[in-house]
C-alpha cells in the first residue's frame, strides 16, 4: 500500500505537481475505489491542479465542467445544435422523404451538442471529469450530479440511453462559499488542502520557476507565510506566490526589500484595504518580520 501511493506521489512530482503524502493517498484511494474525490481548500492552493495532474498522470482526457450560479442539467448535459437543425430543415425542404424520417434525421448525434457530462460518459478511455467549483452551483444541481454518479448513464429522448463503457475518475473543487449537501459529501472521499508550509512552497517556487535566485526564492516562501497572518480580507493563494516570483525573476531581483516589495505588491494583494494594512504592518515594524525565518 505505501509503495503505490508513494509510486502516486512520485508519478504526480514527475508531472510537475509538488505534492505530499494526504494528496497522493487521497488520489489513489479514489483511484482504487472508483469514487469522486471532493478537494476543498482556500482559493489558489491548487485544487484544480490535481485534476490536471491526474489526467497526465494516467495518460487521458481531462473534461472539465466549470460551475457557477444558475448552471442546469442541459447545459451541463447535452443540447440540441438548433442553427444546424433549422439549417438541415432549410435544405430539405423539396425532400420527398416522410415527416417523421426527417424529423428523425434533425435529432440524431449528428445534431448533438455534448457538454462535459454527456462527454465524459461517452470517452473510449476512462477520462478524469472535473468538476470545478461546486460550490457555486446550487442544490439541485447537486442532485442532478448525484444521479449522474449512481449509475454513469444518460437518456436522451430522441436517441435513447447513452452509458458509460469506462466511467470517469472525477474531481470536485469547493472555495466553501456555501455548505454542500449531507448526500454530495457522504459520495464522495474528501480531501481538505490548505496554505502549503514554508517547505513545500519553497520547492514549488523553485520547480515552477526555474533559474530563480535561491536566497530570492527562500525569501519570498518567508514572506508569504508571515503575509498569510496578517489579517486580509483577500488572502493570497500559491497562484499568487508563483505569479510575484515569476515578476521578481523578470525583474532580475536578487532579494527582498522594502522599494521591490512595494513596487510588485499588486502580485500578491489584490484589494485596496489589504494594501493599505499591509504598509501600515511595515510602516510600524519594516518587512524584517515578513522574511523571519520560521522557528
Request: charged share 25%; aromatic share 6%; glycine share 4%.
Amino acid at each position: 500500500m505505501r509503495d503505490e501511493i508513494r509510486k502516486i506521489q512520485s508519478m504526480m512530482e514527475s508531472a510537475e505537481y509538488v505534492t505530499d503524502a494526504p494528496v497522493a493517498t487521497s488520489v489513489h484511494l479514489a483511484l482504487q475505489l472508483k469514487k469522486p474525490l471532493l478537494i476543498e481548500g482556500h482559493a489558489g492552493v491548487g485544487k484544480t491542479e490535481v485534476a490536471k495532474v491526474m489526467a497526465r498522470v494516467l495518460n487521458t482526457n481531462l473534461i472539465r465542467l466549470q460551475c457557477y450560479e444558475g448552471l442546469d442539467a442541459a447545459t451541463a448535459l447535452y443540447e440540441w445544435n438548433y442553427q444546424k437543425q433549422l439549417l438541415h430543415i432549410k435544405l430539405s425542404e423539396s425532400s420527398t422523404k416522410a415527416v417523421s424520417d426527417r424529423e428523425h434525421e434533425i435529432f440524431s448525434e449528428d445534431f448533438l451538442l455534448r457538454r462535459p457530462l454527456l462527454q465524459a460518459i461517452s470517452q473510449p478511455q476512462a477520462p478524469v471529469l472535473l468538476i470545478d467549483e461546486i460550490d457555486r452551483a446550487d442544490q439541485e444541481f447537486e442532485a442532478f450530479m448525484l444521479e449522474i454518479f449512481s449509475d454513469w448513464q444518460v437518456t436522451i429522448p430522441e436517441i435513447g440511453t447513452i452509458k458509460a463503457t469506462h466511467p470517469p475518475h472525477v474531481i470536485l473543487t469547493s472555495n466553501r462559499t456555501r455548505e454542500l449537501s449531507d448526500a454530495l459529501r457522504r459520495r464522495c472521499l474528501y480531501l481538505w488542502i490548505d496554505y502549503p508550509p514554508f517547505d513545500k512552497e519553497l520547492r514549488i517556487v523553485e520547480r515552477k520557476v526555474p533559474g530563480i535566485n535561491t536566497r530570492l526564492a527562500a525569501e519570498i516562501a518567508r514572506f508569504m507565510e508571515s503575509l498569510r497572518r496578517v489579517r486580509l480580507s483577500k488572502v493570497p493563494g500559491v497562484a499568487e506566490t508563483l505569479d510575484w516570483a515569476q515578476a521578481l525573476a523578470g525583474l532580475h531581483a536578487e532579494h527582498l526589500d522594502e522599494e521591490i516589495v512595494g513596487e510588485t505588491l499588486g502580485c500578491i494583494l489584490k484589494d485596496a484595504d489589504d494594501i493599505k494594512r499591509f504598509r501600515a504592518e511595515v510602516g510600524k515594524s519594516g518587512l524584517a518580520p515578513f522574511l523571519h525565518v520560521p522557528g
